[in-house]
Nanobody, 120 residues
Framework: QVQLVESGGGLVQPGRSLRLSCVASGSISSINAMGWYRQAPGKERELVAVITSGGTINSATSMGGRFSISRDKVKNTVSLQMNSLKTEDTAVYYC??????????????WGQGTLVTVSS
């Protein structure tokens, strides 16, 4: 049984940066991928970035390279560095973990989400 807890969300002005963190805890047999998805109001959940145990990163092009993902295998954490934030980045950001896959799916482990609001 694995649990994920996100932190770092909040209100931020456009153009500024924010860093989200996610910590995995519990009985972890294996971790192949950890990453981030987001869901804006009225929209479907979409991929932000996922990083595998081998360091391969799968990311969405819609962020224009403004976001970067990193992982600490020892601490079982994954972070998302968000730069040059725009109002359209406003969303609930979810951390996820897949034991076998390279992307996260419904059956994988998900955090409760952390709200990021970009507004002046």
């Amino acid at each position: 049984q694995v649990q994920l807890v996100e932190s770092g969300g909040g209100l931020v002005q456009p153009g500024r940066s924010l860093r989200l963190s996610c910590v995995a805890s519990g009985s972890i047999s294996s971790i192949n991928a950890m990453g981030w998805y987001r869901q804006a109001p009225g929209k479907e959940r979409e991929l932000v970035a996922v990083i595998t145990s081998g360091g391969t990163i799968n990311s969405a092009t819609s962020m224009g390279g403004r976001f970067s993902i990193s992982r600490d295998k020892v601490k079982n954490t994954v972070s998302l560095q968000m730069n040059s934030l725009k109002t359209e980045d406003t969303a609930v950001y979810y951390c996820c973990l897949s034991e076998t896959g390279t992307l996260c799916h419904e059956e994988d482990v998900w955090g409760q989400g952390t709200l990021v609001t970009v507004s002046s």
